[in-house]
């Protein structure tokens, strides 16, 4: 094993060992202080990015750095190959991910300075960095789906973030459900691959399917892309997901996380290249996806709403680019639109704050510059295109009245056949009566 | 010193294993006193008998040493997890009574022995005390499940009168009247769809921790890879209907718990889908599906027991009308608790890092190659089992923190070290998941072979004519 198979091996582990340790010691109840966990997230990132940049000056001259460690765990003729690799199109992403967690982990320092959810942002923050980069140097289809999965479970947890409210609480619920539902494309996919090419690695060549196959895994692989990357129909969770702290919503939203599926796509590029079918719904659901962005976020009254929409409709763009083929100009407008977006979401509070002062200062609001192109429109359409952006395309009222509500009554029906009944309010009320009342006892039972 | 060759014997391991707690269950009832330490005691000789028989065993040969040790490690958490106020000496023996029993419905080799190992175990469930449900579904399905399995033994040894089960392998004893006995009995027990209904009831009205240990015994699905997958080649074309009803189960609860509140109900209905799991993969008839689903059964076993009594611990210290129906806030007053939860419940539906990854991941596999559309419809049910237990999580431990606590309601010591263990073992056992999955994939290819030798055994005797010689001992 060279230095450069070991500088690979410690980018991707050192966030989660970071995780692993600070996340024990906790349990063990010791809490670090601020400083030293902004210090050392400083120092691993710091590290990571340097480790980073001795990877891509490598990859100037080799094609790819692999490591293999063997397989996961194997059963019979199946094995979870366990085998880390950065070539030209993950590095990209390696780099982007070590550099901007580090970045963020120095802005929430401060920005998060005294708040009660400080260390579990961190912790989040370290189990996300890892999650990501074991998605982007993934070797396999099947480690990068065991990235993927951290990658939206550490997401959703950040949601949440500000647990003491329910609306931050319910929309990382939400988010949760569409992750789940279009990561079921990414187990079938990796399973469809190991079933028909007998493996989903890439680190030695690409899986060789055709025809039909090549089109089924290229779907499935399509949806778990298309819910990670909130492309339509699934654009309803993005403004739900702003909920979470800035800092987080700059490092999944802007940076990492919205762009992983389009990761994925590229990944599966040579698979995509041989269905017309699959590159063409690439395409229209990649300008259904900016058509949709741009209308809504033209309507979005905060600004990290405004900037999610900005964010998606650039994102569709992208996927336009993968399905037409264009990879090397999908990679650079990634980069492009992830380092622009993430300080454009970092700045957006203290903007706001600048705006109020300026307002202040001048007497009132500063007088409107330039035409909206929305404006060549008829004054019914434009109307009608305000409905339509107000509900954001109806997306969410799509899905839970074909998905949710469906599911739901299906559920509650269930619920009566088994003759159960739900707890009343008054139960409820009484639940909370007696929890104050029983604390007493309880603990003197136990 | 060198240990007396005797002590070593598997009979006698054997043995001490299940007397150990028998014999402690007869004590604490007596005695009354010290029932914790007593338990214990009783447990901890289980573990280090089972621990013997296990590296005794032959490689490939261990699964139901290994599953012993699981149950007796299992019992001594929840005895050690048990509050105070549920720690009375009727508890204590009745759950030692089950330890017993299903131990010796793992290490028995005799139908005679494992019919009364099956009716033992549901014994302390029958008492009107502190372990019967208040509601009459969990006694019906117990007790029908007990009626069919001894019609089912019944018909196999008057029609035999053979009681070895390595001598009835590949045998089809009793036909397919046995066959669809046994298959009963495992839909009562396991709760398959439509008999579901009695384990939520159970869950929901009877004592929590002990009903997890009588469900996290999985005697339907030991019955499926004792006796119904090696008996009976000649009714393997039916096979797969065991494998859609567990499908079937595990999608039809999940789409169940949506709606559901209760958390008593919620956790029951998640254990319920994600272990039928574990019948559609020993039927799967693939390496990959046995292994995942050997894995998964220790990944639901350990994580069902530490939710339910997670969940136990929360009823005591915050009232037993906790409901998922509006925002707890609990993760502020009891954060190791919380956390244990999600790790636990997150390993149950598949969270990567974690032994249920690895379990779900084989189990995928294995049941989409040998049923490519019905398969499909256990990652649905997985996903949805994993919505159903997010959104427990957040309604229990997140929301508005509750005020009124002045006290302490954290996870106390001793409970950390169990749920500290338990949270480890989903987490090293995903981190590093060959030590388990090697020897369970050794356990899958054994069980494999022994499908296939059966299905071999099916063609010679159909050509021969003669499938009854029960003179000669089964090919295996």
């Known amino acids: 094993m060279n230095a450069f198979q070991d500088i690979l091996i410690f980018v991707v582990v050192a966030p989660g060992f970071i995780f692993a340790v600070f996340a024990l010691l906790w349990l063990l109840d010791w809490v670090p202080s601020e400083r030293l966990l902004s210090w050392i997230t400083g120092l691993t990132f710091a590290t990571c990015t340097s480790g980073v940049a001795a990877l891509v000056w490598k990859i100037r001259s080799a094609s790819n750095i692999t490591v293999t460690f063997g397989s996961w765990f194997a059963v019979g003729n199946y094995h979870f190959p366990l085998v880390l690799m950065v070539d030209r199109l993950s590095v990209p992403f390696v780099a982007l991910a070590a550099l901007s967690s580090g970045l963020i982990g120095q802005f929430s320092a401060t920005y998060l300075h005294r708040e009660s959810g400080f260390l579990r942002f961190f912790l989040l923050l370290h189990l996300f960095a890892f999650g990501s980069l074991l998605a982007f140097a993934a070797g396999s289809f099947d480690l990068l789906a065991a990235g993927w999965e951290i990658v939206g479970i550490t997401s959703v947890?950040?949601?949440?973030?500000?647990?003491?409210?329910?609306?931050?609480?319910?929309?990382?619920?939400?988010?949760?459900?569409?992750?789940?539902?279009?990561?079921?494309?990414?187990?079938?996919?990796?399973?469809?691959?190991?079933?028909?090419?007998?493996?989903?690695?890439?680190?030695?060549?690409?899986?060789t399917l055709t025809g039909a196959r090549a089109v089924v895994v290229c779907l499935l692989l399509l949806l778990a892309a298309s819910g990670k990357a909130a492309q339509v129909p699934f654009s309803g969770w993005l403004p739900r997901a702003m909920e979470g702290p800035t800092p987080s919503s700059a490092i999944?939203?802007?940076?990492?996380?919205?762009?992983?599926?389009?990761?994925?796509?590229?990944?599966?590029?040579?698979?995509?290249?041989?269905?017309?079918?699959?590159?063409s719904l690439v395409i229209l659901i990649g300008a259904a996806t900016a058509i949709h962005g741009t209308i809504v976020g033209r309507a979005s009254a905060d600004a990290k709403t405004s900037l999610a929409y900005a964010t998606l409709t650039q994102v569709g763009i992208v996927f336009i680019e993968i399905g037409l083929g264009w990879r090397w100009l999908a990679v650079a407008h990634i980069l492009g639109n992830a380092t622009v977006r993430t300080m454009q979401y970092l700045r957006a509070s203290s903007m706001l704050h600048d705006y109020h002062q300026m307002h202040s200062a001048i007497g009132g609001q500063p007088s409107p510059t330039g035409k909206q192109i929305e404006d060549l429109l008829p004054e019914k359409v434009q109307l009608?295109?305000?409905?339509?952006?107000?509900?954001?395309?109806?997306?969410?009222?799509i899905i839970e009245r074909w998905v949710i509500a469906p599911l739901s009554q299906l559920s509650a029906y269930l619920s009566r056949q088994d003759r159960t009944r739900a707890p009343s309010p008054t139960t409820i009320r009484h639940g909370r009566a007696v929890q104050v009342s029983t604390a007493g006892p309880a603990q003197r039972n136990n | 010193m060198s240990v007396p060759g005797w002590v070593l014997r598997t009979s006698f391991l054997t043995s001490a294993s299940i007397a150990a707690p028998w014999l402690a269950a007869v004590v604490?009832?007596?005695?009354?006193?010290?029932v914790r330490v007593l338990g214990c005691i009783a447990t901890l000789l289980s573990i280090m008998a089972s621990t013997a028989l296990v590296w005794r065993a032959p490689n490939g040969e261990s699964l139901y040493e290994t599953l012993m040790l699981l149950f007796s490690c299992l019992t001594l958490g929840a005895i050690l997890l048990f509050p105070r106020r549920d720690s009375e000496a009727g508890t204590i023996a009745g759950i030692l009574i089950l330890l017993g029993s299903t131990l010796l419905a793992y290490s028995t080799g005799n139908l005679l022995v494992l019919l009364g190992a099956w009716i033992l175990s549901i014994v302390p469930f029958l008492w009107a005390g502190r372990f019967r449900s208040r509601k009459w579904r969990p006694l019906v399905g117990l007790l029908s499940s007990s009626v069919a399995f001894a019609l089912a033994i019944g018909l196999i040894v008057a029609s035999t009168g053979v009681i070895s089960i390595p001598n009835l392998k590949g045998h089809n004893p009793g036909g397919v009247v046995a066959f669809g006995l046994l298959v009963i009995a495992v839909v009562f027990r396991k709760g398959i769809c439509p008999t579901h209904a009695w384990v939520a009831d159970a869950a929901e009205s009877g004592p929590l921790v002990p009903t997890a240990l009588l469900l996290n015994g999985h005697f339907g699905a030991l019955l499926v890879a004792k006796l119904i997958v090696p008996l009976f080649p000649q009714t393997d074309h039916l096979f797969p209907v065991l494998s859609y009803l567990a499908i079937a189960t595990a999608l039809?609860?999940?789409?169940?718990?949506?709606?559901?509140?209760?958390?008593?109900?919620?956790?029951?209905?998640?254990?319920?889908?994600?272990?039928?799991?574990?019948?559609?993969?020993?039927?799967?008839?693939?390496?990959?599906?046995?292994?995942?689903?050997?894995?998964?059964?220790?990944?639901?076993?350990?994580?069902?027991?530490?939710?339910?009594?997670?969940?136990?611990?929360?009823e005591v210290r915050f009232g037993e009308n906790l409901s998922a129906s509006r925002h707890l806030g609990l993760a502020e007053h009891a954060p190791r608790l919380a956390v244990s939860f999600a790790i636990l419940g997150l390993a149950l539906v598949g969270l990567p890092g974690t032994l249920g990854f690895c379990s779900q991941d084989l189990l995928i596999h294995g049941t989409l190659t040998s049923h490519p559309l019905t398969g499909l419809l256990l990652p649905i049910a997985t996903a949805i089992n994993a919505l159903s237990f997010f959104r427990l999580f957040t309604r229990l431990f997140l929301g508005k923190r509750r005020t009124g606590f002045t006290i302490p309601a954290d996870a106390l010591p001793r409970e950390r070290w169990v749920l500290a263990a338990t949270v480890l073992f989903v987490v090293f056992g995903g981190l590093f998941p060959n030590a388990i999955v090697i020897r369970h994939s050794a356990e899958a290819v054994v069980l494999d072979e022994a499908i296939h030798t059966s299905e071999i055994l099916k063609r010679v005797t159909t050509h021969q004519g003669n499938a009854s010689c029960l003179q000669c001992p089964a090919t295996e």
């Open chain 1, 157 to 207: 947890l950040l949601i949440g973030f500000f647990q003491r409210r329910p609306a931050p609480v319910e929309n990382g619920l939400y988010v949760f459900g569409i992750y789940r539902a279009c990561d079921i494309g990414l187990l079938v996919g990796i399973f469809a691959m190991h079933h028909w090419a007998g493996t989903a690695s890439f680190d030695s060549g690409f899986p």
């Open chain 1, 252 to 279: 999944f939203y802007g940076a990492i996380s919205i762009h992983a599926g389009a990761y994925l796509l590229l990944r599966a590029q040579p698979l995509l290249a041989q269905s017309v079918l699959a590159s």
């Open chain 1, 384 to 397: 009608w295109l305000y409905r339509w952006a107000l509900d954001r395309g109806h997306l969410d009222t």
């Open chain 2, 28 to 34: 604490v009832t007596g005695f009354r006193r010290q």
């Open chain 2, 252 to 314: 039809f609860v999940a789409i169940r718990a949506l709606a559901e509140n209760s958390p008593r109900r919620l956790l029951a209905f998640l254990a319920l889908s994600q272990s039928a799991c574990i019948l559609s993969g020993l039927e799967s008839r693939t390496a990959e599906g046995i292994a995942g689903a050997l894995v998964h059964w220790f990944v639901v076993t350990v994580s069902t027991v530490g939710l339910f009594g997670i969940l136990r611990l929360l």
